[in-house]
């Protein structure tokens, strides 16, 4: 059975660093064909991708949010750890992470096949 | 990145009518359009891939369609439990965007 789960701080101050961490079972970070995505979704907005990472330790991160974004994983422990610095009121959302199911391995596109129940983090003082 | 754009943003509905949920996509993103199912405070749910491939599990009323910048999720005879958001997801190009959710609701 796949699953994962976020886990990290609820609530962090305005120019924090947030570290969130996805635990994953079921399946290993050492599967060609599979990789993790952290995604996010503010409060009556769309959900945005903001970064993944695969077995080979190839990652990618969104653009508007690459020089705040640090992806990065732990085979052993089966976790996949997002930190996001300078945390702003804009970044309170539900974080989540999914599992990339890789159908085109030459292009490493495919889809989020299983995801995890989220966690919402507010950024307040 | 490609901008992804559902239609409507919400639909009322009743349980056995047929539903059709639109995404157009940017520019071409050949098959690589998903579709998701979130209802409140669960994950959201992969109900088709590559615009059409029923994901497994997925109850056969659910279907897709569409290639290039246009695509559609059709719902043939919905259930109780069919009432939430839908979204669809391109897989194209980097980074992956979501459209805004489509919001199914009972009659």
């Known amino acids: 059975q796949v699953t994962l789960k976020e886990s990290g701080p609820v609530l962090v101050k305005p120019t924090e660093t947030l570290t969130l961490t996805c635990t994953v079972s079921g399946f290993s970070l050492s599967n060609a064909r599979m990789g993790v995505s952290w995604i996010r979704q503010p409060p009556g907005k769309a959900l945005e991708c903001l970064a993944h990472?695969?077995?080979?330790?190839?990652?990618s991160y969104t653009t508007s949010l690459k020089s705040r974004l640090t992806i990065s994983k732990d085979t052993s422990k089966s976790q996949v750890v997002l930190t996001m610095t300078n945390m702003d009121p804009v970044d309170t959302a539900t974080y989540y992470c999914a599992r990339i199911a890789v159908t085109a391995m030459a292009t490493r596109r495919g889809h989020f096949d299983y995801w995890g129940q989220g966690t919402l983090v507010t950024v307040s003082s | 990145d490609i901008q992804m754009t559902q239609s409507p943003s919400s639909l009322s509905a009743s349980v056995r009518d047929r539903v059709t949920i639109t995404c157009r996509a940017s520019?071409?993103?050949?098959?690589?359009l998903n579709w998701y199912q979130r209802k409140p405070g669960k994950a959201p749910k992969l109900l088709i891939y590559?615009?059409?491939s029923l994901q497994s599990g997925v109850p056969s009323r659910f279907s897709g369609s569409g290639s290039g910048t246009d695509f559609t999720l059709t719902i043939s005879s919905l259930q109780p439990e069919d009432f939430a958001t839908y979204y669809c997801q391109q897989s194209f190009s980097t980074p992956p965007t979501f459209g805004q959710g489509t919001k199914l609701e009972i009659k």
């Open positions: 990472i695969f077995s080979n330790d190839e990652k």
């Open positions: 520019q071409s993103i050949s098959s690589y």
């Open positions: 590559a615009a059409s």
